[in-house]
C-alpha cells in the first residue's frame, strides 16, 4: 500500500458522532446550496451527448487551456471543499489532448461497438477451401496484425490516468479506442488460429511499437499512433478487405477499418488544434514523425508481411500471380504514403511532404 | 411496384427500408455523413445523375436529387471542423461510376441478397476503378470507413427491391477482382 490519506476514519471520533448525528436526524445540508444558474441544458430526443451538456462553467467549452487549482477527481462543475488528494495528472494542458471533433467520436464510437465472438460470421469459415498457401499468407497477415493492434490500446491506457479529469471527454474517447483495438486483437488471434494458426512475429514492428509507447508527450504519441501508425494501418485494412480471401475475412476488416478511421479522425483532428493553439510544438511533431515514418516503414516492409500481401494480392505463387500481387502492394504503399501527407497537410503540417523521406519510398514504388 | 435506377425514387426506397430495418442499423451505430452518388452517362444513360444522401444518428434522413447542371464537386469543403451541431451545407465525398458500374453491384446485390466478395463498395473503389471517390477533405473521405459497414448495408437493401434499370440489357463488366 503506497497512500494511506490523511487520516483514520475509524479512528476519528468528530468524523464518527457526526455520522451518529447525521442518523439520528440532525441533518446538516450543508451541500444544498444550489449550483450556478447556467446548469439546465436540453434533452434531445434521439442523442443525448455531452455535446448537449457543454453549458456554463461546467461545460467544456469554457475550459481553461491551463488546468490550475484542483488536480483531484472532483467532477468538473461541482463545489469543491475539503481537503482534495492530488492525484498528480501529467496532462494539465487542454491543448495537449483535445481534438476539433473529440465529443462527437465518443458518442460514434460507443453506439459502433461489435462482438468479435458473435458479430462475425465465423461458422461460415469451411465454406471457403483455401490453396494452403492463401491460408499461410492469410494468417501471417493475421498474425501480425495481433502483434500490433495491442499497441493501440496500450498507448491510450498509459496515458489515461495521467491526464487531468477535467479533460473528461478525450479521456472517455480514448477509452473506446482502448477497447477498440483489444477487439482487434481478439478478432485477428481468432482468425488465424481458426484457420493456418499463428505464423511469424515481427521483431522489426515491435521496435516501432516500442517507439511509440515511449514517446515523450501526448500529442507526439498521437501523431505517431494515431496519424502515421493508425493511418497506415487503416490503408492496410482496406487493402485486406480488397484482397481478403474469404467473405467473413472482408466481414472482419470493413469492422476493423470502422474504428482504425475514428482513430484516425481523432489524432488528424487533434493535431490541427493542437497547431492551431499551440504553434510552438509544431517542430516537435516534426521530429517524433521524422523518427516514427523510419519505425513504421521498417514494420510495415517486415519481408514475412510484404510476401504474404504480394501472395494474397496475386491469389497465389505463380510468376503472373505474384507479379499481380507486386503491382496490388505498391498500390497499397502509394496510397498509405499519399493519404498520410494528405491528413498532414488537413492537421495544418502541408510542409510535411517536403521534409518527409517517405518520398524515397514512393519513388521506389512508382508514385 | 418496380423502381428504377437511377432515380430519386430508388434511393427513396433504400431510405425507407433503413427505416424500417432500424434496429438492424442502430446495431451497427451512428452514421453522420452527407455524399454524393453520382452516376455518369454514356451509351446505356444519356445524362449524368446525381444524388446527395444524408445519414444522420441511425436514419437516412434526406434524398436529393442535384439539377443537370449542378455539380456536387462544389459542395466539397477542404476545411470542415466537425464540430457539434453544424449546418454547415457539405458532403464528404462522392462516389462516381458509369452507370454501367453501378447496375453490375446492384444485379449482384439482387443476385446474392447481398453483394459478394468481389462487389462490396470498398473492393469496387479500393483501386480508384471502376468506382471513384472524390473528396477534399480527408477527414470527410476517411467516414466513407468510419461508417463502411452501415453504407454497405444500405446498398444491400437494394436485395429487397424490386428494381428495375434505365435500359433492358444485362450487364456483366469485365471485371476481375481478388
Known amino acids: 500500500m503506497a497512500y494511506y490519506g490523511t487520516e483514520s476514519f475509524l479512528e476519528n471520533r468528530d468524523f464518527t458522532d457526526r455520522l451518529r448525528a447525521i442518523l439520528h436526524g440532525d441533518l446538516g445540508l450543508e451541500w444544498l446550496k444550489p449550483p450556478g444558474k447556467e446548469v439546465c441544458c436540453e ?80 461458422q461460415d469459415l469451411d465454406r471457403w477451401e483455401l490453396p494452403p498457401e492463401i491460408e499461410a499468407a492469410f494468417c501471417q497477415l493475421c498474425t501480425f496484425l495481433t502483434e500490433v493492434e495491442m499497441i493501440a490500446t496500450d498507448l491510450p491506457a498509459k496515458w489515461l490516468g495521467r491526464v487531468h479529469p477535467d479533460l473528461l471527454e478525450a479521456q472517455s474517447f480514448l477509452c473506446t479506442q482502448a477497447m477498440d483495438e483489444a477487439r482487434h486483437t481478439e478478432v485477428f488471434r481468432k482468425r488465424a488460429l481458426a484457420g493456418g494458426g499463428l505464423f511469424k512475429s515481427s521483431s522489426v514492428a515491435e521496435h516501432s511499437l516500442k517507439a511509440i509507447l515511449e514517446a515523450d508527450t501526448f500529442s507526439e504519441a498521437s501523431a505517431f499512433l494515431h496519424v502515421l501508425g493508425e493511418g497506415a494501418v487503416l490503408s492496410l485494412f482496406r487493402h485486406s478487405e480488397f484482397i481478403a480471401p474469404t467473405e467473413v475475412d472482408k466481414k472482419i476488416f470493413r469492422l476493423v477499418m ?10 488528424t483532428l487533434h493535431l490541427k488544434w493542437l497547431l492551431d493553439h499551440r504553434p510552438e510544438r509544431r517542430e516537435a511533431i516534426h521530429q517524433i514523425l521524422d523518427l516514427g515514418e523510419n519505425f513504421i516503414q521498417g514494420a510495415l516492409s517486415d519481408p514475412a508481411n510484404t510476401e504474404a500481401l504480394i501472395i494474397l494480392g496475386g491469389k497465389g505463387t505463380s510468376k503472373k500471380c505474384l507479379e499481380q500481387g507486386i503491382e496490388f502492394t505498391k498500390l497499397l504503399t502509394r496510397q498509405r504514403i499519399e493519404e498520410y501527407f494528405q491528413r498532414c497537410a488537413r492537421a495544418g503540417l502541408a510542409e510535411r511532404r517536403g521534409r518527409s523521406r517517405l518520398g524515397e519510398l514512393l519513388a521506389l514504388v512508382g508514385g | 411496384m418496380p423502381v428504377t435506377f437511377p432515380s430519386r425514387a430508388y434511393f427513396e426506397e433504400l431510405r425507407k427500408l433503413m427505416e424500417a430495418e432500424k434496429e438492424r442499423f442502430q446495431k451497427l451505430g451512428f452514421i453522420d455523413t452527407t455524399f454524393a452518388v453520382r452516376v455518369t452517362g454514356g451509351e446505356r444513360l444519356r445524362e449524368t445523375h446525381t444524388y446527395l444522401l444524408t445519414f444522420h444518428t441511425f436514419s437516412c434522413t434526406e434524398v436529393q436529387e442535384m439539377e443537370a447542371g449542378e455539380s456536387p464537386l462544389e459542395l466539397l469543403p477542404a476545411d470542415f471542423l466537425d464540430t457539434y451541431g453544424s449546418t454547415q451545407e457539405k458532403i464528404d465525398f462522392i462516389l462516381e461510376a458509369p452507370y454501367e458500374v453501378w447496375k453490375e ?32 477533405d480527408p477527414d470527410g473521405h476517411d467516414r466513407l470507413f468510419r461508417y463502411s459497414e452501415s453504407i454497405q448495408e444500405f446498398w444491400n437493401l437494394s436485395a429487397k427491391l424490386d428494381l428495375e434499370f434505365a435500359d433492358e440489357a444485362p450487364v456483366k463488366l469485365e471485371m476481375e477482382f481478388p
Not at chain 1, 79 to 95: E, H, I, S, T
Not at chain 1, 108 to 116: D, G, L
Not at chain 1, 258 to 267: F, I, M, T
Not at chain 2, 108 to 124: F, M, V, W
Open chain 2, 105 to 136: 453491384m446492384l444485379q449482384n446485390i439482387k443476385e446474392k441478397g447481398r453483394a459478394d466478395g468481389s462487389h462490396t463498395l470498398n473492393t469496387l473503389t479500393h483501386l480508384g476503378t471502376p468506382i471513384k471517390v472524390l473528396y477534399d
Open chain 1, 43 to 122: 434533452v434531445a430526443a434521439k442523442r443525448f451527448s455531452y455535446a448537449d451538456v457543454d453549458v456554463g462553467e461546467s461545460g467544456y467549452s469554457t475550459l481553461s487551456p491551463y488546468l490550475r487549482g484542483h488536480r483531484s477527481l472532483a467532477p468538473r462543475g461541482a463545489r469543491k471543499a475539503g481537503d482534495f488528494p492530488d492525484f498528480q495528472p501529467m496532462v494539465n494542458d487542454r491543448d495537449e489532448v483535445w481534438s476539433y471533433n473529440v465529443v462527437p467520436l465518443y458518442e460514434e464510437a460507443k453506439t459502433r461497438q461489435w462482438n468479435a465472438t458473435t458479430d462475425i460470421p465465423w
Open chain 1, 258 to 267: 470502422q474504428d482504425e478511421a475514428r482513430h484516425v479522425s481523432y489524432g
